[in-house]
Nanobody, 129 residues
Framework: QVQLVESGGGLVQAGGSLRLSCAAS????????MGWFRQAPGKEREFVAA????????TYADFVKGRFTISRDNAKNTVYLQMNSLTPEDTAVYYC??????????????????????WGKGTLVTVSS
């Protein structure tokens, strides 16, 4: 069993920044890739970013490239999402996620919702114009 708890969401003005955190527990965090997804009101959940088990590999959705940065600290069992240059279109609930199908997996293991084994409960990000 894996528990994922997100934090760091809130209200921010367009152009501002937020840093999301996801604390993991229950399994050996450092063995598995981690991802961030988001779901805006009335829309399907979509992939945002992923980081490989060791942190050396990252993948981003096109709409966040150059603005968001995913990272992890395996010593703290935590994954982060630094979000800069936020726009109202980034308003959504942001979810932390992982797949435990393969140890030492790459970012492709958490690229699609259907591959996810564990989800956090999400943290709301609201960007005002």
């Amino acid at each position: 069993q894996v528990q994922l708890v997100e934090s760091g969401g809130g209200l921010v003005q367009a152009g501002g920044s937020l840093r999301l955190s996801c604390a993991a527990s229950g399994r050996t965090f450092s063995m598995y890739p981690m991802g961030w997804f988001r779901q805006a009101p009335g829309k399907e959940r979509e992939f945002v970013a992923a980081v490989s088990w060791g942190g050396g590999g990252t993948t981003y959705a096109d709409f966040v490239k150059g603005r968001f940065t995913i990272s992890r600290d395996n010593a703290k069992n935590t994954v982060y999402l630094q979000m800069n240059s936020l726009t109202p279109e980034d308003t959504a609930v942001y979810y932390c996620a992982t797949s435990v199908n393969e140890r030492y997996g790459g970012t492709s293991r958490v690229r699609y919702s259907s591959d996810i084994d564990y989800w956090g409960k999400g943290t709301l990000v609201t960007v005002s114009s």
